[in-house]
């Protein structure tokens, strides 16, 4: 079974400075897909970012970019000029390829980001 | 835009009440999921659906059971509530290899 770790319960940063988010996860599988998912106070969680294992080139989003360590099997997001609407919980998830188990998502147990004006 | 609408925000019931929470979504999804999120144990997946009346237990389904009798609806159902079933409940739904669609989460109060 795939596991996914974020091994930073909270995280802060200064308004307009940038910030890395952790995570690592484990499976045997070798095509899959990587996402960061946000959910801010509002609740409504939403999709950050998304990477396909077998792109080697790191997702990018505006301000929200990501590295990729297939091997070492390490998912970082990196959100740079942080602005006071980032606040929120984070969620790293990973989703198999496969057909089978409809793509079910594994989630990490999320990082809370404060934003500090 | 994909729309996923969960019936309640905010649901309070009794120990041993049978409680059911509503899903749907617009976008012809065939997966459908229920998370359950509490504090530090981040989102555990209960039940997902991959096609109409059809479903498969996901980590913690006990004490709970689905229904999807139409491809838009699946349903979560707490047989007889208790009190460690109180959470914030998300219902999600996706194409096979897309990006999960949420709900605005129902919070569960069991008393």
């Known amino acids: 079974a795939q596991t996914v770790t974020q091994s930073q319960p909270e995280m802060s940063v200064q308004e307009a400075e940038t910030v890395t988010l952790s995570c690592t996860y484990d499976?045997?599988?070798?095509?899959?897909?990587l996402f960061w998912y946000k959910q801010p106070p509002s609740r409504q969680m939403i999709l950050v970012i998304r990477q396909e294992a077998y792109k080697q080139q790191n997702a990018t989003e505006n301000r929200f970019s990501v590295n990729f360590q297939k091997a070492a099997k390490s998912f970082s997001l990196k959100i740079s000029d942080s602005q006071l609407g980032d606040a929120a919980m984070y969620f790293c998830?990973?989703?198999?390829?496969?057909?089978?188990?409809?793509?079910?998502?594994?989630f990490g147990d999320g990082t809370t980001l404060t934003v500090k004006p | 835009d994909v729309k996923v609408t969960q019936s309640s925000r905010y649901l309070v019931k009794r120990t041993g009440e049978k409680v059911f929470l509503e899903c749907v979504q617009d976008m012809d999804h065939e997966n459908m999921f229920w998370y359950r999120q509490d504090p530090g144990l981040g989102l555990r997946l209960i039940y997902f659906s991959y096609d109409v009346k059809m479903k498969e237990k996901g980590d913690i389904p006990e004490g709970y059971s689905v229904s999807r009798e139409k491809k838009e609806r699946f349903s979560l159902i707490l047989e007889s509530a208790s009190t460690n079933q109180t959470s914030m409940y998300l219902c999600?739904?996706?194409?096979?290899?897309?990006?999960?669609?949420f709900g605005n989460g129902t919070r569960l109060t069991v008393t």
């Open positions: 998830a990973y989703r198999s390829s496969h057909n089978t188990n409809a793509g079910k998502s594994t």
């Open positions: 999600a739904s996706s194409l096979l290899r897309s990006p999960l669609h």
């Open positions: 499976t045997s599988e070798s095509d899959y897909y």
